[in-house]
């Protein structure tokens, strides 16, 4: 819950993307997609370290399918094979309106030639240690496709209730 709770607080620190689906629908993404994120924070990766619940930001799409503004994906990051490896497994995503979506993603870092696995953050060349930096755009690419659904924000629904009483409050007094 914790967890839940500063995903959702941190959203407000995500830079927009663009979004053309109605909250309605939700948003699919098809298996291949390639996604830009970014990390929210430097974060330094040693050989046998495992780093889970790391968060980026989407910052745009290299294959027409986009994210809703404001979208955290949850992922976990090690060093695997020389190479940093990366997957992401959630996605949260919450719009200015109060729309929030949720949903489970399959998604890995790749390199620019669409290989799986990077070397660019690595410090030196057997990549026993690496450095994610804010503000660079890394690329994922789905394995699955992921459906990014609409849930319900019980806030939203209490601001709904209290708007809808306010006026009968007012009227009595």
Not at 112 to 137: E, F, H, I, K, R
Request: hydrophobic share 40%; net charge negative.
């Amino acid at each position: 819950m914790k967890r839940l709770l500063t995903s959702v607080a941190l959203l407000g620190a995500c830079l927009p993307t663009f979004a053309d689906t109605s909250p309605a629908e939700g948003y699919q993404l098809p298996t291949d997609t390639v996604l830009k994120v970014q990390v929210l924070m430097d974060k330094n990766i040693s050989q046998g370290e495992t780093v889970s619940h790391l968060l980026l930001k989407s910052t745009g799409s290299e294959t027409g399918a986009t994210l809703p503004e404001r979208c955290l994906l949850s992922a976990d990051a090690a060093i695997d094979q020389g190479k940093l490896s990366l997957h992401v497994n959630r996605a949260l995503c919450v719009e200015p309106n109060g729309h929030i979506f949720d949903g489970v993603m399959d998604a890995v870092i790749i390199s620019d030639s669409g290989n799986q696995g990077v070397t660019t953050p690595c410090v030196g060349s057997s990549c026993n240690q690496a450095v994610l930096q804010a503000g660079v755009d890394y690329r994922l690419k789905l394995n699955k496709s992921a459906d990014i659904a609409l849930v319900v924000n019980q806030t939203e629904q209490i601001n709904i209730q209290r708007r809808n009483h306010a006026p009968d409050a007012a009227a009595a007094q």
